[in-house]
């Protein structure tokens, strides 16, 4: 089992943009799809983007052509690039590990990392 830390999160203005990172702590990281979640304040948490073990990366339609996962398998490590990034962007950005399989729910996920906090004023 991995553990995961995030971090990159901050405050910035609509047009900017932020990198994300997520570091797993544990063995085997290359046997696991990675994904980013996010929760606004009082919705439910929506799966933004995942990527397999081989690289290949799929994302939810409001982020298609302006994020892009990524993944260091030799540095243990899950990015998130946003650019372009709009004041609806906000929310708590989650990474989350599933072993071997992919999927786009956030039940079907059982490591999780603490969240950081993006924030996009207009």
């Known amino acids: 089992q991995v553990q995961l830390v995030e971090s990159g999160g901050g405050l910035v203005q609509a047009g900017a943009s932020l990198r994300l990172s997520c570091a797993a702590d544990?063995?085997?990281?290359?046997?696991?799809?990675m994904a980013w979640f996010r929760q606004a304040p009082g919705k439910e948490r929506d799966f933004v983007a995942h990527?397999?073990?081989?690289?290949?990366?799929t994302y939810a339609d409001p982020v298609k052509g302006r994020f892009t996962i990524s993944r260091d398998n030799a540095k243990n490590t899950v990015y998130l690039q946003m650019n372009s990034l709009k004041p609806e962007d906000t929310a708590v950005y989650y990474c989350?590990?599933?072993?071997?399989?992919?999927?786009?729910?956030?039940?079907?996920?059982?490591?999780w990392g603490q969240g950081t906090q993006v924030t996009v004023s207009s």
């Open positions: 989350a590990a599933r072993r071997y399989l992919r999927s786009i729910r956030p039940d079907e996920y059982a490591t």
């Open positions: 544990g063995r085997s990281f290359s046997d696991y799809v």
């Open positions: 990527i397999e073990r081989g690289g290949f990366g």
